[in-house]
């Protein structure tokens, strides 16, 4: 898998758009990018992936950038809820997730 | 919505003891996974599984672990002879199929103590 590079944090208030930067200049060119979450005492958890478009679900949306080498996770409004580990990896045909340390989001009321 | 569920959710061993830690996957997920995380530190793989075979492992699965899918639902991992450097929160995960478009689903683990 590619390696990505992410904040170690960020914060944001609450019910307040939260953009998670995510850097994967080495992606190839069948490599997804998948985002999971880790809120406390949790395991990960999926929140969204891509190839080239950017894609919505309910959870967030997720915009790739036209050359692919990095992404952004988006959060339309942060709650109290969403304060957990925010992960960016990779992922080749393999489907070994290789987790990295990710970005502690903060969300403040 | 279907998950993946883990028991127990703590277990406590002596050190050198056998324990199996146990995973129902989501029923019609194919594709299965052990992950392990130590206090404070990264996620990490430690073995897939399909059809009835290990598909992947990591350097960290070694001849002390053993995976099995004994039934049609559940999925374990055996740690032969605990170490207490084994302490960590193991996870599983599964998936419907294989390949990079394929999310996982996880499970909420098992803190498993050496002591």
């Known amino acids: 898998d590619a390696k990505t590079t992410q904040p170690n944090s960020m914060e944001s208030n609450e019910e307040e758009p939260v953009h998670l930067p995510c850097n994967h200049s080495?992606?190839?060119?069948?490599?997804?990018i998948h985002w999971y979450r880790q809120l406390p005492s949790q395991g990960p958890e999926y929140v969204i992936h891509g190839l080239t478009s950017n894609v919505n679900n309910r959870m967030a949306s997720l915009a790739i950038a036209e050359d692919r080498k990095s992404s952004t996770l988006i959060l339309h409004r942060a709650t109290l809820r969403d304060a957990a580990v925010y992960y960016c990896i990779s992922m080749n045909a393999g489907n070994m997730l290789t987790f990295g340390g990710g970005t502690r989001l903060m969300v403040k009321p | 919505e279907p998950e993946v569920t883990q028991t127990p959710s703590h277990q406590v061993t002596q050190m050198g003891q056998e324990v199996i830690l146990r995973c129902v996957p989501i029923s019609n997920h194919l594709y299965f996974y052990w992950y392990r995380q130590i206090l404070g530190q990264k996620v990490e793989f430690l073995v897939s599984f399909y059809n009835n075979e290990i598909s992947e492992k990591s350097e960290i699965f070694d001849d002390q672990f053993s995976v099995e899918r004994p039934d049609g639902s559940n999925f374990t991992l055996k740690i032969r002879s605990t170490k207490l450097e084994d302490s960590a929160m193991y996870f599983c995960?599964?998936?419907?199929?294989?390949?990079?478009?394929?999310?996982?689903?996880f499970g909420n683990g098992t803190r498993l103590t050496v002591t």
């Open positions: 995960a599964s998936s419907p199929r294989r390949g990079e478009n394929s999310p996982l689903h």
């Open positions: 080495t992606i190839s060119g069948t490599d997804y």
